[in-house]
């Protein structure tokens, strides 16, 4: 959709937070079959957060947007609905929102997951929008918050190197001005599911002693066939999302691409024509952070002062589903 000189929503503060330990490529050398060269020259990660024991989705959650509230100078009795993107939730239910809902001590208002692979933070921010130029709600707490190293087999060299844990938050509403959500573009091609999936735990195979024992609960991907996907979709996504909100690719000021792969960011950076120093990197201290990737970025951008009115932001993500989305919005 495109709403060039219609109503926008914009986002009014920004909020992450990522747990103190640190896990380095040194240290996954002792523990699979890994180096970090490999990890670096095939992925870009040097580092990345692993939660304390005692610490839950929720409590990422919990202290990303209460920075994020402080950040649009609110108070948690000020939002409308509050929106969790995650693949990590504290429990199957009640959802990580409802319990991010409690942890805030914010009114009784709707609170909600939403699952959309690494894209579920753009599916999320895509949603609010629309329920506030409904007129459903005035203001939105949107959350991408994920501890993918609670579904990772440790034993998996192709899958233990890459993700960490963290969470981002932003809070929209309805902007007076020139800036705001531009336009947005999101699909969806559930035939590749397999390709990305955690096997088991659900209502198709149920948790047992044997699915324990196989792993089955941890996250399996075909990283090649991602891969490719990924650098195919989130180049189309970014041109159409663009293209609908009729900025030309060196308006861009900032490329905020899900964080997977040091590769996959340089190639969608390459596709779309956008130079490097304008594609905002953090994969090398936080790895992949699933849906928290894209509002943790916005908000290092944000907090270092580097987000300036009016500059054009382009947000592409890519993930499990397979799903992939883009929002271009004015600061
Ligand atoms: N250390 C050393 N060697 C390794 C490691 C490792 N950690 N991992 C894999 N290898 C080996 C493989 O075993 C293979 O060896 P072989 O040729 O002897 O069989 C070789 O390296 C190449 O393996 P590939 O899988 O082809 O490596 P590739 O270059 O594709 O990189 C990677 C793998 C990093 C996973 C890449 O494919 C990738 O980033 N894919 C996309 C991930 C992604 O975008 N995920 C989506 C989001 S996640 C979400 O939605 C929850």
């Given at each position: ?12 503060g920004?909020?992450?937070?990522v747990p ?5 490529n ?5 523990m699979v079959?890994?180096t ?14 692993i939660a304390?024991?005692d ?17 649009a100078r609110?108070e948690p ?7 969790v ?18 942890g805030?001590?914010?009114g009784?208002i709707?609170?909600f997951d939403?699952?959309?692979?690494c ?30 190293t ?6 998996d ?12 938050a932003?809070?929209l509403e ?14 969806a ?8 999936i ?8 149920p948790a ?5 024992a ?16 990924a ?10 999302v ?12 900032w ?9 996959i960011?340089?190639?969608?950076g ?15 201290r936080f ?6 990737c894209?509002p ?15 500059n ?13 989305a883009a929002?271009?919005?004015?600061w």
């Amino acid at each position: 959709m495109t709403k060039k000189s219609e109503r926008k929503v914009k986002i009014i503060g920004t909020g992450m937070y990522v747990p103190d330990k640190v896990l380095t490529n040194a240290d996954l050398e002792k523990m699979v079959d890994t180096t970090d060269e490999w990890i670096v020259t095939r992925t870009g990660i040097r580092e990345r957060r692993i939660a304390a024991k005692d610490q839950a989705t929720s409590d990422l959650a919990l202290l990303a947007s209460r920075r994020a509230l402080k950040s649009a100078r609110l108070e948690p009795q000020d939002i409308d609905v509050i929106i969790v993107a995650t693949h990590t939730p504290d429990h199957y239910f009640p959802a990580t929102a409802c319990l991010l809902q409690a942890g805030l001590k914010a009114g009784l208002i709707p609170a909600f997951d939403l699952v959309g692979g690494c894209t579920g933070f753009l599916y999320a921010l895509i949603v609010a929008e629309g329920l506030i130029l409904g007129g459903v709600v005035r203001r939105a707490l949107v959350v991408g918050a994920e501890m993918l190293t609670r579904i990772t087999n440790w034993e998996d060299r192709n899958t233990c190197v890459l993700f960490g844990d963290g969470a981002g938050a932003v809070v929209l509403e309805e902007s007076k001005d020139e800036s705001g959500m531009l336009s947005h573009f999101w699909q969806a091609d559930g035939n590749l599911g397999p390709l990305l999936i955690l096997p088991a735990g659900g209502s198709k195979v149920p948790a047992c002693h044997d699915t324990v024992a196989k792993r089955q609960h941890t996250l399996h991907m075909k990283g090649n066939e991602v891969f490719k996907h990924a650098v195919k979709r989130m180049a189309e996504a970014g041109e159409e999302v663009l293209k609908r909100a009729g900025v030309k690719k060196d308006a861009v000021d900032w490329l905020i691409p899900h964080q997977a792969n040091m590769r996959i960011i340089e190639a969608t950076g390459e596709r779309l024509g956008i130079p490097r120093e304008k594609v905002y990197v953090n994969i090398h201290r936080f790895g992949n952070v699933s849906v928290a990737c894209i509002p943790m970025a916005l908000d290092e951008l944000n907090q270092a002062g580097n987000l300036k009115k009016g500059n054009i932001v382009l947000l592409d993500a890519f993930g499990a589903g397979f799903t992939w989305a883009a929002v271009a919005l004015r600061w």
